[in-house]
Structures are given as structure tokens and as C-alpha cells.
């Protein structure tokens, strides 16, 4: 479901009958972290819709033929650390050939402002589709550096994926960058004060990894 042009609600049926369940406060770290991978997979899917595709000769048992195919090589997942790396598995079991980013942020903890503290990239990005990866999209901070670090090497689309959003966040994104689609599976009603989306599910990366 489009809710405007750069907010899409992933609204299958799959996706939010696992979301419910990934919410859960009794869900276990390893269910949790089962259930992460089945709905990124299934997000991931949706998203690629659009991705272009090129003929190439192939042989069937019959004969040869003109067939369809994406290049995943240029299709970069880029995982914003810890918690992005919860989808990017099941991101990659929908195209494996995809290369990776990784952007390490941590929130400062009074600002609750985004700092940079690892970034690794794949080469000529000039030439590739990125698509960023975090489960939460709470106050905007992470998703927005992030954004920012990965215009800055032109690749020729950026499109941003999370679980969870919430109106805050929204508002910020498409503040700061107005090009980029966000794709999620559910917008929540608002922030507490301490930054957590609500009702949401908790710290995603805590729960993907069983910390506290």
C-alpha cells in the first residue's frame, strides 16, 4: 500500500501476521531472530518488484531461448550495524549476488543523535542500487546519516527498508531527504521520550542477539 510517494506500507498478509508475532514480548531470541529473517525475506521480495531485468540467451532441455534475468551484482544491501545485519540474511536469500555495505552508528544515548564509527563499501557504487537496511525507524538520526554517507559515494538509487516506523520518523527522513523511499511493514503511533518506537517491540538489535 502506498501511503504517499516515498512511504510504502508492506501489508501482506505474511509480513504482518509475523510482525505480530515478532512483537511479542514473550518471543524468544532465536524465534525472534527466525522470524527477523522470514519477514526481511518477504519485504525484500515486495521491494524488488521493480528491479530491471535483462534478456540472455539460456538452453531449456528443448531449445534455447531468450530469458530474463536481474543482475544482482548491482544491487548493494547496505546493513546499519548491529541491528541491520538481523535482515540483511534474509535480504540475501532473496538475491544472493547482491554485495554489502556496512555503516556502524551508535545513538548517543542524551542526544540521541546518530555517530558514525565503521564504514565499508563496495566499489564503483556509481553503478549500483543500494537499499538500506534497519529494523526501526524511531527518531529518523541513524536512517538519516546513514542516507547522507551513502549519497555521498552516487549510487544510482537509495532506497530505505525497517520493520517499524512511527509519524516522527517519517517526518524527519523525508525532511533531510526527500528522494528516498521508505519501505516498512508497520507505522506505529508515536516515540516515548526516551526515542522507542510505540507500542513497537522493544530494542530490535537487544532481542536479535539476546543483550541487554
Known amino acids: 500500500m502506498q501511503i504517499d510517494k516515498n512511504l510504502i506500507l508492506l501489508d501482506h498478509p505474511l509480513i504482518q501476521h509475523k510482525l505480530s508475532l515478532i512483537r511479542r514480548k514473550d518471543t524468544s531470541s532465536i524465534l525472534f531472530r527466525q522470524l527477523v529473517n522470514e519477514v526481511s525475506s518477504l519485504m525484500v521480495y515486495e521491494l524488488t518488484r521493480d ?10 532441455p528443448l531449445e534455447s531461448m531468450m530469458a530474463p534475468v536481474i543482475d544482482g551484482k548491482k544491487l548493494v544491501f547496505v ?6 545485519n538481523g535482515i540483511l540474511d534474509g535480504a540475501l536469500c532473496v538475491v ?11 545513538r548517543d544515548p542524551t542526544s540521541l543523535q546518530a555517530i558514525e564509527y565503521y564504514f565499508k ?25 546513514a542516507i547522507a554517507r551513502v549519497k555521498s559515494l552516487k549510487p544510482r538509487s537509495i532506497k530505505f527498508l525497517c520493520l517499524l516506523t512511527c509519524p516522527e520518523g517519517v ?18 503511533r508515536q516515540l516515548s521520550e526516551h526515542g522507542y ?5 522493544g530494542d530490535a538489535g537487544d532481542r536479535i542477539y539476546g543483550t541487554k
Open 121 to 145: 563499501m563496495p566499489s564503483h557504487m556509481h553503478e549500483r542500487d543500494a537499499i538500506i537496511l534497519d529494523p526501526m525507524l524511531a527518531t529518523g538520526n541513524s536512517a538519516i546519516s
Open 171 to 188: 517526518l524527519a527522513l523525508q525532511k533531510a531527504h526527500p528522494d528516498v523511499p521508505v519501505y516498512t511493514a508497520a507505522i506505529d
Open 197 to 201: 518506537i510505540l507500542p513497537g517491540l
Open 79 to 84: 546493513s546499519i550495524l548491529r541491528a541491520g
Open 51 to 60: 528491479m530491471p531485468t535483462q534478456l540472455v540467451p539460456i538452453q531449456t
Open 96 to 106: 544472493p549476488g547482491a554485495r554489502v555495505g556496512h555503516i556502524g552508528l551508535y
